[in-house]
């Protein structure tokens, strides 16, 4: 299996192409390796770093960002280690007003047995998966 890991800024250029060089080549190298066989590492830090980039950098609304992680999440040349958790964070970001990087750091901590995850993060009061303080 040809396999090859995304960094954030070689996805962001792939899905925004607003660098015109940089676009071209992650487009060209991406579309290549997947007519070839090949696919991506897309992992949890590079989705959770993608979100607050889109966020952030290109003020991306929250419909905008989810909409991009769902194509992530379908595209079977992207393979996402903890697929289930990121569709699970995915839900959650649909549905709540948190972050998707804290829904992400709840699955996983989920995952190893955590009742709750504390947080002060007061956009997360009343998720029952979280304490805030």
């Known amino acids: 299996m040809n396999l090859t890991g995304l960094d954030t800024n070689v996805l962001v250029r792939y899905l925004v192409q607003d660098d015109a060089a940089q676009a071209k080549t992650a487009t060209s190298l991406i579309e290549k390796t997947s007519r070839q066989g090949g696919e991506f590492v897309v992992n949890a830090i590079t989705l959770c770093e993608l979100v607050w980039v889109l966020e952030s950098a290109y003020s991306y609304s929250r419909g905008q960002v989810s909409h991009a992680l769902e194509n992530i999440l379908r595209t079977a040349q992207f393979v996402i ?47 029952p998966r979280f304490q805030v303080l």
């Open 81 to 127: 280690p903890d697929r289930e958790l990121a569709v699970e964070s995915h839900a959650r970001y649909q549905k709540g007003r948190g972050d998707f990087a804290d829904y992400f750091i709840s699955c996983l901590n989920d995952r190893h047995g955590a009742k709750v995850t504390l947080t002060f993060d007061r956009a997360l009061k009343g998720d």
